[in-house]
């Protein structure tokens, strides 16, 4: 049964080539519509992994300090009795922010790194190790640092502090960005770090700790609960639920949108396709005096929709491929994160495209099938006349 | 004048004194600073070459200049214990399985559950590896003979311990990969910080760990 009939799929072929506009008509619209699914299925997902990627490297668990519901610096002066908690691996005060560089109007991030003090991240490590960083000095990240050029800022970099001094810091090395880190930063002591944000010497933004065991999570946050009772938690955990949250809800709005879509077109395409076209009908009728069986020509109508799906679906990946990885999908990026990307990596497996083919196919093969069928099983003598 | 010499050398000693980290802050901040220190301006100083602490943070802040008071005396701190402070038993590698290891007692894959591994050496350099330390004493009770090491993995920091010289708190409402389980630690302090997070029963060693204990970790309630 599941021969495929040469002949028949050859002349299936010469019989979509002789109806061409309807037959471009269809394929248009489907490609079309599987473009759009599938750019932005592959947008979301790759999205959704870079974002996952920055979260993992992010510490287990950060402590804020409140005051009245909003954030307030937090001291060090508890980070031993952190380190004697059992399953913390380490607790690191860190100070870090955004500086707004006015001349080019653009923000970026800076760090600040206690000397000597323990790196969690490798490639932090790496880069640390190869440059040593001092209260003179600074590392660049490579983007960073053209923008720099362009403002004539070659080897040094002036920062206006918290409070309106400068601070003129040495450029002791350059890297390049890491995947699951931010794109503009800069590394600096952190001492030099709590001056420009206004910390004082023992004030910090947070505390973050980095756990031995996952399993102690819930009874460390208690513990520490107890050290700072009025500090905000954040546990790793938690903000991989949110971002599943958030791109499942976002993804969720547009499959929506996208089946209203698909049913519309459906209806177009079966309206277009059901009215009975007497050369269609002529043809059948002939090939059925001919002595074809019903079952022939369904073959032959069955060969011409698979044809048109094919074609169409993998038209449609192919111009969602060379939207999403080449163009970096432009305007689709903006639904999800805020900072755009360059260079979106190639993240695809067979669930999505199954995904994918099952909710654009079988609607598209039942709309141009079914007005076949009908032509199909119509009597000879009834077309004939 | 006698007075003042003692007030003196009260002070001189307080000043140089060893400072009092607990093992925990140590180990985790003081150590891993002090090494980077050596290894990135300090490399000359021998520390075998000083007979007290004192003398040895005196070197370091004539020869390693530029560090502050802080930076040298994790320094000096890292340099003394890495000569003077004994830690009981040499390193132990960490416990690694490669995919195909099965549990010889139950017959699962070992590679799935990296963190509850331990391991039982015999003479000859057989070894055996187990998904918890229940499986690991079933198979001991049975094959005591010829034992050269057993190998438990810490609860908390996953650091490989001697099983000999391990705590087990039994009775917790932590399971391993079959069922209730001894929980290992390598210090008292530990095994009584997880007994109470956990509602653990009993703080055992190694040699009161009894067949009728282990049989009573598989039985139905």
């Known amino acids: 049964m599941l021969r495929i009939d040469v002949k028949l799929f050859v002349y299936a072929l010469h019989s979509l080539i002789r109806y061409k506009r309807k037959n471009i008509f269809i394929v248009t619209i489907f490609t079309l519509l599987v473009a759009l699914l599938a750019s932005f299925v592959l947008t979301q997902k790759t999205l959704y992994m870079y974002e996952k990627q920055k979260l993992l490297n992010m510490p287990d668990i950060v402590v804020q300090n409140q005051r009245g519901g909003v954030h307030f610096a937090i001291s060090d002066a508890d980070i031993d009795t952190l380190l004697e908690i059992y399953g913390v691996k380490y607790a690191q005060a860190r100070v870090y922010g955004e500086y707004y560089f006015a001349a080019a109007k653009k923000r970026f991030f800076i760090e600040g790194f206690e000397p000597f003090g323990v790196v969690e991240q490798k490639f932090m490590q790496d880069a640390l190790e190869k440059y040593t960083l001092d209260n003179t000095n600074l590392i660049v990240s490579r983007p960073l640092y053209e923008l720099w050029k362009r403002f004539y800022y070659t080897d040094s970099f002036r920062f206006i502090r918290h409070d309106v001094k400068f601070m003129q810091l040495k450029i002791a090395g350059v890297v390049t960005p890491h995947r699951g880190y931010y794109r503009d930063f800069v590394w600096m002591s952190m001492e030099n770090a709590q001056k420009i944000f206004g910390y004082g010497a023992h004030e910090f933004r947070d505390i973050a700790l980095y756990l031995d065991n996952q399993n102690e999570l819930i009874n460390i946050t208690a513990k520490l609960l107890e050290i700072y009772p009025n500090a905000k938690i954040i546990t790793k955990e938690d903000m991989l639920h949110q971002l599943e949250k958030r791109f499942d809800y976002k993804g969720g709005f547009f499959v929506t949108l996208f089946l209203v879509t698909l049913f519309t077109f459906f209806m177009i395409v079966l309206e277009k396709l059901s009215g009975l076209s007497s050369p269609e009908k002529k043809e059948v009728g002939i090939l059925k005096a001919v002595g074809w069986r019903v079952e022939d020509v369904l073959h032959v109508k069955l060969y011409e929709a698979l044809v048109i799906t094919g074609v169409s679906f993998a038209g449609g990946l192919v111009i969602a491929f060379v939207y999403v990885y080449g163009l970096d999908a432009p305007l689709l990026q903006s639904v999800f994160i805020q900072q755009k990307l360059d260079d979106l990596e190639v993240n695809i497996d067979g669930a999505m495209l199954l995904f994918i083919f099952l909710l654009s196919a079988p609607l598209y093969l039942g709309a141009v099938l079914y007005p076949s069928w009908r032509v199909a099983t119509t009597d000879a003598d009834e077309v004939m006349r | ?221």
């Open chain 2, 1 to 221: 004048m006698r007075y003042l010499s003692l007030l003196f050398l009260l002070f001189v000693t307080a000043v140089f004194a060893y400072p009092s980290y607990s093992t925990a802050v140590k180990e985790k901040k003081i150590y891993p600073m002090g090494k980077k220190i050596y290894e990135h301006s300090c490399k000359t100083l021998n520390p075998k070459e000083y007979a007290s602490y004192d003398a040895l943070s005196k070197a370091i802040s004539l020869t390693c200049k530029g560090l502050g008071k802080k930076y040298q005396e994790a320094l000096g701190v890292y340099l003394w214990d890495s000569v003077h402070t004994h830690n009981g038993t040499a390193h132990l590698e960490r416990l690694h399985v490669n995919e195909s290891e099965k549990c010889p007692v139950c017959g699962m894959f070992l590679y799935k559950y990296p963190e509850w591994i331990t391991k039982i050496t015999y003479a000859g350099e057989k070894s055996y590896y187990f998904d918890g330390v229940k499986d690991m004493f079933k198979y001991y009770f049975s094959h005591k003979q010829g034992v050269k090491q057993i190998l438990v993995q810490d609860y908390y920091t996953h650091k490989t311990l001697d099983a000999t010289k391990a705590f087990f708190v039994s009775g917790s409402d932590v399971y391993g990969p079959m069922g209730r389980e001894l929980i290992p630690f390598e210090s008292l302090k530990a095994a009584k910080s997880f007994r109470l997070d956990h509602r653990g029963r009993d703080i055992l060693r190694f040699e009161t760990v009894t067949p009728r204990l282990i049989e009573s970790l598989d039985a139905s309630y």
